[in-house]
């Protein structure tokens, strides 16, 4: 977890995506964040880069009720593109 930290601190992108909850949960718990993670845009940030969590690409998560409120996928993509 941490070289992943330290890359993205180095690298200092402007937005960093997670391809669901689970890998931002992780990240999250290490920089010391309790608050759950929902879909969208995050409160905490990974120094300078906000964070945003998609829903999970996986076929097996095809249940809308996992989409928190959007009709599907294809709406969180147009709201990270902001």
Not at 2 to 12: D, L, N, Q, S, W
Not at 45 to 57: C, E, G, L, Y
Request: no cysteine; aromatic share 10%.
């Amino acid at each position: 977890m941490a070289g992943f930290v330290a890359k993205i601190e180095k690298f200092r992108p402007k937005w960093v995506a997670f391809n669901g909850k689970e890998a931002a949960k992780a990240v999250a718990r290490h920089l010391g964040h309790a608050d759950p993670i929902r879909l969208g845009v995050q409160a905490w940030k990974i120094r300078a880069s906000k964070v945003f969590v998609m829903p999970n690409s996986s076929g097996a998560n095809r249940d809308v009720n996992r989409l928190e409120g959007k009709g599907d996928r294809v709406e969180w993509w147009r709201e990270l593109k902001g």
